[in-house]
């Protein structure tokens, strides 16, 4: 059976409604916390599948958080090798970092449900199941564009929201995994000042999740198990 490594920078940032697409697709998932004593020895070229979720640290924080370094060095291995990998949020961010991108803060926080806009030149590939959509955004991270990746979607705020490299890369900046999972409030705990910041209104955006969750997760698990049909 084929291998998926789940890496998980914070406990409530999951590979959620990932789970199943890729689950059904043969692969037997397995994770691990950054803060695991046997992470920093991990060999990430080895798992069939690298997923890498999201997480409130930025990939320039590496004084405080001197683990990403240590990941970024192993990553940008596995990235050379054309081993798949799919990134989300902060996980897409350090895919950015590992192909030599700048990471950095941007203009504003973008948190929310709200659609992309696929490129025309991506009609046709795994995101096209997202046109329309609106799906929850959560960052305020963005990033250079990388060498040698196609863009596929932007927002009003971020020009850069979604690449892949070939057909074994894919880095998303939004959430489509995220509308039905319990931890969910666990993120509006947390960091409802992200909330505010954006504009919106902590119970606006509980209402949006409960109203447009599940439709944003169909579309979320279609675009994975299409990109994952193609590795």
């Known amino acids: 059976m084929k291998t998926a490594l789940i890496i998980r920078h914070v406990p409530h940032e999951g590979v959620a409604g990932y789970r199943k697409p890729i689950e059904d697709a ?27 979720m999201g997480g409130p ?10 683990w990403i370094a240590c990941q970024l060095r192993r990553l940008a291995l596995r990235l050379e090798a054309d081993r798949p990998t799919l990134g989300v949020c902060f996980g897409a961010q350090m895919i950015a970092g590992a192909l030599g991108a700048e990471v950095y803060a941007g203009p504003a926080k973008e948190v929310g449900f709200h659609p992309v806009e696929i490129h025309d030149h991506a009609a046709q590939g ?11 955004h959560w960052h305020g991270d963005t990033f250079t564009r990388p060498e040698g990746v196609e863009m596929l979607a932007s927002s009003a705020l971020y020009a850069h929201q979604a690449f892949r490299r070939g057909r074994n890369l894919l880095a998303v900046q939004f ?10 409030e666990a993120w509006m705990e947390q960091w409802p000042e992200a909330v505010r910041e ?3 209104c902590p119970q606006a955006l509980r209402e949006a999740h409960d109203r447009l969750g599940p439709g944003a997760v169909a579309a979320g698990r279609a675009m994975i198990a299409d990109w994952l049909s193609a590795l």
């Open 57 to 66: 640290m930025g990939v320039y924080e590496q004084d405080r958080h001197p």
């Open 198 to 200: 954006a504009g919106g």
């Open 26 to 52: 043969g692969y037997r998932v397995s994770r691990i916390d950054v803060t695991d004593p046997q992470f920093s020895s991990l060999d990430l070229r080895e798992p069939d599948l690298l997923i890498m």
């Open 126 to 136: 795994p995101l096209r199941h997202l046109r329309g959509v609106p799906v929850l």
């Open 175 to 184: 959430h489509a995994e995220m509308g039905e999972d319990p931890r969910f």
